[in-house]
């Protein structure tokens, strides 16, 4: 089993959709959660940490259920502009390193 | 500038050459990572360094892979006798913070294509 699984998508979504995308992480002592975008021939950039309440950053809401070992990331309002392939990122407790999922690629229609 | 540098961008090489990817990562930052990634996939965790110890190689694929970083700041991961399966874009980023607790900041990667 991967560490960090994703659905690889492609998700296809309407200017204006909510569109939610799951991450489900192996190890239960992990601390750390990210969600990266990289946008085509770019880098990875970070787009929110995940913390254990749940938090916000204008359209983006990011979700961790301990419990279950998924986090998730949800989009409302979408733009064009949030085409992209969304990142899921956590920390292996052991060492530390930050092992990435194999991203959700998004595409916004007008 | 100020971000994470990788050189050179692009690399071509025949097999069996060895080659080095060169990561100036971010001043200060103390955390820096090597990953590796396919067309299509995120990235893949190769190594990680805390200063100039090295945390965990354990992504690193064979022993044709080894990375240093002597002073705690530029890193080399070095390819001997390269495969054409080594072809891939190579990622250095840098994180202010130890532990897989803080940002990740991505250089804009070398692309080694192995002929």
């Known amino acids: 089993r991967k560490e960090v699984e994703q659905d690889p998508g492609p998700f296809n979504v309407p200017e204006g959709a909510t569109v939610a995308f799951n991450c489900t992480y192996s190890n239960s002592a992990s601390q750390s959660f990210f969600w990266y975008r990289q946008d085509c021939r770019k880098e990875p950039k970070l787009l929110m940490s995940v913390y254990s309440s749940g938090n916000e950053d204008g359209r983006f809401t990011a979700q961790l259920n301990r419990a279950s070992q998924y986090i998730s990331l949800l989009i409302r309002d979408s733009k064009l502009s949030d085409s992209a392939t969304y990142l899921c990122v956590v920390n292996s407790p052991l060492y530390g390193k930050l092992i990435f999922g194999q991203g959700t690629e998004l595409s916004v229609k007008p | 500038g100020a971000g994470v540098s990788q050189s050179p961008r692009y690399k071509v090489t025949k097999r069996g050459q060895d080659v080095a990817l060169r990561c100036d990562p971010i001043s200060g930052h103390v955390s820096l990572y090597w990953y590796r990634q396919a067309l299509g996939q995120g990235p893949e965790f190769l190594t990680y360094?805390?200063?100039?110890?090295?945390?965990?190689k354990s992504g690193l694929p064979n022993d044709r892979f080894s990375a240093e970083r002597p002073e705690g700041s530029i890193s080399t991961l070095t390819i001997q006798r390269t495969e054409q399966r080594d072809s891939a874009m190579y990622r250095c980023a840098s994180s202010l913070s130890a532990g897989g607790t803080g940002e990740l900041f991505f250089g804009e990667g070398s692309r080694l294509t192995v002929l």
């Open positions: 360094f805390n200063y100039e110890a090295q945390q965990d």
